[in-house]
């Protein structure tokens, strides 16, 4: 936030010398609410407090939180006690995560909608989302509303993996080495479904390049997965995409369905697996 107001002030003083009125300007800040590759939340309410005061309007991407962040699972503005179109001018909603469909949701007022419809894809090259899968996301939104305890089942299920992964990593293994000296969770406790994991180097016991820390990463989820668990290794298949490079991690996904018994199968097996390599 500090490094948005710097920008914002930059901005600000550039109108001043060119004698352009910043309210008159239509400009963006555009967040993800819940960020794919760090599982952070983005600090809304200090964001919005920006917004404000420098007069932008905000474009906010819930892909990430829709169905899993609030007590009915609005995402990161329910979570906040925030709201639609007046906190948020526009957000965007993938369905490709809990609705399990493809496409996405504008929300916004009635120009904005307009605007998007208009101007979509789906409308200029006639590829809108076939009738099958846009009632199967309508199907899965109804059965959110239905049946609130889903979203509340899935916040458990969150809660339940950092507490457990945390007392995990407070064990010592061997008598000498706790799993919270080789890795450490970057993501959002209790709150971010994504879980991403990354190698400790503050301990000073994984000062290793790049490269080592992607195949070592890479190890680790090659193992877990032989014993039946996926984990997404991060590092080299997004080298060449992003302008700033997160360290390597290792990124997995809790789910509604996954039972407690599958989540502490998860945490034995990535254990087992990070000292088999690391250790």
């Given at each position: 936030m500090e490094d948005l107001r710097r920008v914002l002030e930059r901005v600000q003083a550039t109108d001043m010398q060119l004698g352009r009125n910043g309210n008159d300007q239509r400009r963006f800040i555009v967040v993800e609410a819940l960020y794919t590759h760090h599982g952070t939340i983005c600090p809304l309410p200090d964001l919005i407090k920006l917004k404000n005061e420098f007069c932008y309007r905000l474009i906010l991407?819930?892909?990430?939180?829709?169905?899993?962040?609030?007590?009915?699972?609005?995402?990161?503005?329910?979570?906040?006690?925030?709201?639609?179109?007046?906190?948020?001018?526009?957000?965007?909603?993938?369905?490709?995560?809990?609705?399990?469909?493809?496409?996405?949701?504008?929300?916004?007022?009635?120009?904005?909608?307009?605007?998007?419809?208009?101007?979509?894809?789906?409308?200029?090259?006639?590829?809108?989302?076939?009738?099958?899968?846009?009632?199967?996301?309508?199907?899965?939104?109804?059965?959110?509303?239905?049946?609130?305890?889903?979203?509340?089942?899935?916040q458990k299920k969150i809660r339940f993996f950092y507490d457990r992964l945390g007392e995990e990593m407070e064990k010592s293994e061997n008598k000498s080495v706790m799993l919270k000296d080789v890795i450490k969770v970057v993501s959002a406790p209790n709150i971010s479904p994504i879980v991403v994991i990354q190698l400790n180097s503050e301990t000073g016991a994984t000062k290793v390049s790049r490269e080592e820390q992607i195949k070592i990463m890479d190890a680790i989820a090659s193992k877990c997965l032989d014993k039946g668990i996926l984990l997404v290794s991060t590092g080299s298949h997004v080298y060449h995409y992003l302008h700033k490079l997160p360290p390597p991690s290792l990124r997995l996904t809790i789910m509604a369905k996954q039972s407690q018994a599958d989540i502490e199968l998860a945490i034995q097996v990535l254990k087992q697996a990070i000292f088999e390599h690391v250790g």
């Open positions: 991407d819930e892909s990430h939180s829709f169905g899993a962040l609030g007590p009915t699972g609005m995402g990161l503005l329910e979570h906040f006690g925030l709201s639609f179109m007046k906190d948020a001018e526009i957000v965007t909603i993938g369905l490709e995560q809990a609705i399990g469909s493809i496409g996405g949701i504008t929300v916004g007022n009635e120009e904005v909608v307009d605007h998007q419809r208009l101007s979509g894809a789906g409308y200029c090259f006639s590829a809108s989302l076939p009738p099958f899968l846009a009632d199967a996301a309508r199907a899965s939104l109804t059965k959110m509303k239905q049946e609130p305890g889903l979203v509340k089942g899935l």
